[in-house]
């Protein structure tokens, strides 16, 4: 600020306090003989040891002629009367004020002088208040932009992914924190669904972390906890998972912040303590790297993090000139800043810059040359040849321009051009994974036909859970999430899935297990705090044959020893004579039938609702997961009106035991999606919402993970590695094993293998059960052992044999849906009068024109697809292929690619 222009700035004593900052870079930099300098509203203060003369004259030469040496004031244009200057005259032995540390905040680094040119051992500041190094644990990484609206939040995100995607090492997890640092305009934040939005927030974070209701290590603790409940795990591996830290539970709590991130950057004994505490909450997650994605522009919400610098900072800004200036002065300022570090430090301190939405056409404008000139400029090399700053381009994509998810984030982010491979060779740099293991020769020496023998053993024992004795499991996320959420409480939810999906296999593993912890082991996940509970199975399948009705029994019974009853367990027949005779006279209320048939169990009075039941555990030092399965049996129709309301009940027990004083029962009510869009006539999305994490379904990454985990079971493929450390490019890389790389050869322009099964399976939404995987390939290891030609030695599976398969796992797929699934069953007696059928179809055509309920059950069903795009009147009814053979369905020339691009719009096709 020149001579000229000081005296037109000041308008308060703030502006007075400004100028005295600026000349004594912050007070650490006084003339000789003045020991301080204070500001005050109504006047400032200088101390000093020298003579008056000299420090008018520093003043006048600092405000020039707005220092009025008469009236020892400076002039100030709001006012007549002068800001005073009391001068103090003071002892030359007294002692200079103390240094100041500058602190992580803008409005304290704006005044620091850049020292790059100065020997740091002349200057007191050069290694004051420098922050400790971490020793171990995650990187911390932030990305700041001066501008919003450049792809900030973006290029974060891409960061995040390409860590999350690189190649497992044995025994290597890939974990990253994501902390939504924007408390003015959150944007990860507002990316989460339910399933992932944790309980705790990045705000509340920074109010334990200031006023700690215990201790900051317990506060740290609560925190690590929530947010492994809400992790998202990349494709359903365990090995994989992000974590996000939201910037605020609402919108309305950043509307009230007593406590910002500047008020602990003024902590005197740590300034760095916010980013300590963020790496301290990195570390107890057990994440590689923590991303920080901070508030734009010059605001003290990003400047504790924006100023550490042991912190790894990305800068994100456009060619525009708005964006190129602010970010320009940020640099500027962190370059200034830095400065002060020890030479060793500077290199690691090096920002790196993305310049974003390019285009070739922008490459080309001056505004490109000038933008790069002008951010060079601000962060200076230090060295010849070099550059301040890791430049990094990202380029305009569409596709980018309208996230609003964290899913479909994840999803099209690995497309971004450019920035995914950057980012990937940052990723790469966090550590060194090793290349995924191909399979060795050992794996492959026996004859394709005797693993395939192998394999339809395994899946033969694996397809139905009712008659299954398997005690393997595959860890799926839903399952993951299961054990996650209940480590510290008794499970209490319902588990939700099509038929098919896993539920009744998932019940008898709980059941197997015979204890809460014991399926949390199977879950590779540790309690912490909960109970180690008795699991009771309280209603199952009928159709279990007899060793798994036998495990109920033993199951039950250890529960009634263990509180020392002698009373005798309610057999089968009883408890389905119970709810038959209950629906025929429906009681009053089903929640007192439920409670009433549960103290059956266990021996115990009906009427009197749980509460004696949860005594008597108490009383035993017991606890006991209820567990509920069968549903299908006990209510093969469940839109009657009896049969709903007790289904509604049964799911809304969860709820029930929340009531009871110190709680002792748990319950897992596993049932079939299309019951609870029966059973529940109000608010069914928001009932589906609470246990959505908990809904067992199949992506295609899982697909693959069942896939392997089946093929490993049959010693097809090495079990040196579990299915879930692997990756989605590692497990295809190992399942060529099984089914080859293509249905042809690699040369041959047929489908990618494990696209075509997948395609084969799904339905047209992308939806697939594991059953049916099961069933296809012990219907193609099948097909295998008995074909009589010895080609196709690099793969177990032969195109073949595949082929083959579809339409047998068709019709075993519809003959048994039909059993239990009475839209389907009555849907396919109305085809008997339609003989010849096509796919595409119109609903006049196959007997739905008149029965428009049916029609929309069996879309909900997933059996059937109406393309909107087609035009009205025309064939615009598609079948997914896993059904159509079984319905006796053929397929127009106009079908078969018409299937495929429904898929590939509605799902994508993967792999």
Avoid at 220 to 232: C, E, H, I, N
Avoid at 667 to 682: G, L, N, S, T
Wanted: charged share 20%; hydrophobic share 45%.
């Amino acid at each position: 600020m020149s001579y000229q222009t000081i005296p037109d700035r000041l308008l308060t004593w703030l502006d007075v306090e400004r100028v005295f900052k600026r000349e004594t870079a912050l007070w650490s930099q006084l003339p000789s003989g003045v020991h301080a300098i204070r500001c005050y509203s109504d006047g400032a203060e200088i101390e000093h040891s020298a003579a008056l003369a000299d420090v008018q004259a520093w003043l006048k030469q600092v405000f020039g002629r707005a220092w009025k040496i008469d009236e020892c004031g400076i002039q100030l244009r709001t006012g007549a009367t002068p800001y005073p200057v009391a001068l103090s005259p003071v002892p030359a032995t007294t002692a200079a004020a103390p240094a100041v540390r500058p602190y992580p905040l803008w409005r304290e680094v704006t005044y620091l002088p850049d020292l790059t040119d100065r020997p740091l051992s002349d200057d007191g500041l050069a290694q004051s208040g420098m922050p400790a190094l971490w020793a171990d644990g995650p990187r911390l990484v932030s990305f700041h932009s001066f501008k919003g609206g450049v792809g900030r939040t973006t290029a974060l995100m891409t960061y995040a992914l390409a860590r999350l995607k690189l190649d497992l090492r044995p025994g290597k997890a890939l974990r990253v924190l994501v902390v939504d640092a924007d408390l003015e305009a959150p944007g990860v934040t507002l990316w989460l669904d339910d399933a992932n939005r944790p309980e705790v927030s990045y705000l509340q974070f920074l109010e334990a972390m200031h006023y700690p209701p215990q201790s900051v290590d317990s506060s740290l603790d609560y925190f690590a906890q929530a947010l492994r409940k809400t992790a998202v795990n990349l494709s359903g591996s365990a090995q994989r998972e992000l974590f996000v830290l939201p910037a605020a539970l609402s919108l309305a709590d950043i509307q009230d912040m007593p406590v910002q991130p500047g008020h602990l950057a003024r902590n005197p004994a740590n300034p760095w303590i916010l980013t300590d505490h963020l790496h301290a909450l990195g570390k107890r997650l057990g994440v590689d790297v923590v991303l920080i994605d901070l508030r734009a522009g010059l605001s003290e919400f990003s400047s504790p993090v924006l100023f550490d610098p042991r912190v790894d900072h990305f800068f994100v800004t456009t060619v525009a000139r708005q964006a190129v200036e602010g970010t320009a002065t940020v640099l500027e300022r962190l370059h200034a800043f830095n400065s002060r570090l020890p030479s060793d430090w500077r290199g690691d301190a090096k920002p790196s810059l993305v310049l974003s939405l390019l285009t070739d056409t922008l490459r080309k404008l001056p505004d490109y040359s000038a933008a790069v000139d002008r951010l060079n400029s601000a962060y200076p090399a230090t060295e010849d040849q070099t550059t301040g700053l890791e430049w990094l381009e990202a380029d305009f994509a569409e596709p980018l321009m309208s996230i609003s998810a964290l899913s479909q984030a994840l999803e099209v982010l690995k497309n971004a051009p450019r920035l995914f491979q950057h980012a990937q060779d940052w990723a790469k740099t966090l550590d060194a994974p090793e290349a995924v293991v191909a399979p060795s020769p050992a794996q492959t020496a026996d004859a394709p036909k005797d693993k395939a023998r192998r394999l339809e053993a395994v899946c033969q024992r694996m397809q139905f859970a009712e008659t299954s004795q398997a005690s393997e499991m595959l860890v799926t996320e839903p399952l993951r999430k299961l054990g996650r959420y209940f480590v510290t409480e008794l499970p209490h939810l319902v588990s939700v899935g099509a038929k098919g999906a896993g539920k009744t296999f998932t019940f008898l593993q709980l059941c197997r297990a015979g204890s809460w912890h014991a399926f949390l082991s199977k879950l590779d996940t540790q309690a912490d705090g909960v109970a180690d509970a008795l699991i009771f199975p309280a209603l199952w399948s009928r159709e279990f044959e007899t060793p798994t009705k036998v495990l109920m029994d033993s199951r039950r019974q250890t529960c009634l020893t263990s509180l020392g009853s002698r009373a005798k367990l309610l057999g089968e027949t009883a408890i389905y004579r119970a709810i038959a005779e209950a629906l025929q006279t429906p009681p009053a209320h089903w929640d007192d039938f439920w409670d009433d048939l549960i103290a059956q169990h266990f021996g115990l009075p009906v009427g009197q609702g749980l509460e004696p039941l949860n005594q008597q555990l108490a009383t035993h030092d017991a606890s006991v997961v209820l567990v509920f399965d069968g549903l299908e049996d006990a209510f093969p129709n469940p839109k009657h009106e009896a049969a709903r309301a007790a289904i509604e009940s049964l799911m809304r027990l969860p709820d029930r035991l929340l009531e009871l004083t110190s709680r002792r029962l748990g319950a897992v009510v596993f049932v079939r999606a299309d019951y609870v869009q029966a059973a529940i006539q109000q608010n069914v999305a928001q009932f589906l919402a609470r246990y959505s994490p908990f809904v067992l379904q199949w992506n295609p990454e899982s697909f693959l993970r069942l896939a392997y985990w089946l093929a490993s079971q049959a010693e097809i493929v090495g079990q040196d590695t579990p299915a879930e450390l692997l990756g989605q490019e590692a497990l295809l890389t190992r399942l060529t094993a099984l089914w080859g790389r293509k249905m042809g050869s690699d040369q041959s322009k047929e489908a990618l293998s494990a696209r075509w099964v997948f395609a084969s399976l799904c339905d047209l939404k992308g939806n697939l059960q594991a059953r049916d995987l099961v069933r296809f390939l012990r219907f193609a290891a099948e097909l295998e052992k008995d074909r009589s030609s010895n080609t196709w030695q690099d793969r177990v599976l032969a195109p073949e044999s595949m082929r083959k398969a579809i339409p047998k796992c068709s019709t075993d797929k519809v003959t048994e849906a039909i059993r239990e699934i009475e839209p389907l069953k009555h849907w396919l007696d109305t085809l008997a009068a339609w003989p010849e059928r096509e796919m595409p179809f119109r609903a006049q055509d196959v007997g739905l024109a008149e029965q428009p309920q049916l029609l929309t059950a069996l879309q909900e069903l997933g059996v059937i697809y109406e393309d909107p795009k087609d035009s009205p009147g025309a064939p615009r009814l598609y079948l997914p292929e896993i059904y159509r053979a079984g319905l006796g369905f053929k397929t127009s020339t106009t079908g078969r690619t018409r299937t495929l691009s429904l898929l590939k719009s509605n799902a994508g096709l993967p792999f």
